[in-house]
């Protein structure tokens, strides 16, 4: 009887344990898919964050073309504004620089005037 009561025990025992493992089971192989779900959208944000490093790149090139192409521009109009003394030529030939620095002005305001526009 001792033997039936143990033996009884040890069955019930044995399975309560594959119970217990195959509803851990089920459990693990739910949060697998759950992981592999959220492993899927971290991909994708960090391909979204790559092409937008890419982007950025890409902007920043074209920013720093525009840098110095405006640079070599402002050099230039330097260079030319230091080899002319505009107020002496104004004050001693009036009607030659007049037009043309209004004219220079005028390009000028609507070079401005465009690239604010867009």
């Known amino acids: 009887m001792q033997k039936l009561i143990i033996s009884g025990i040890l069955i019930v025992s044995l399975l309560g344990s594959i119970y217990i493992l195959r509803l ?24 979204a964050l790559q092409n937008s490093m890419a982007k950025q790149q890409s902007l920043l090139h074209t920013y720093n073309e525009i840098v ?30 007049e037009p043309r620095v209004n004219k220079a002005t ?13």
């Open 24 to 47: 851990n089971n089920k459990l693990a192989q739910a949060e697998i898919a759950a992981l592999t779900i959220e492993v899927e959208k971290e991909k994708e944000s960090v391909l």
């Open 68 to 97: 110095v192409d405006t640079r070599a521009k402002y050099n230039d109009a330097v260079s030319i504004l230091e080899k002319h003394d505009l107020e002496y030529l104004s004050y001693s030939k009036p009607n030659l620089i």
């Open 106 to 118: 005028e390009e000028l305001f609507n070079e401005i005037e465009q690239q604010t526009t867009k």
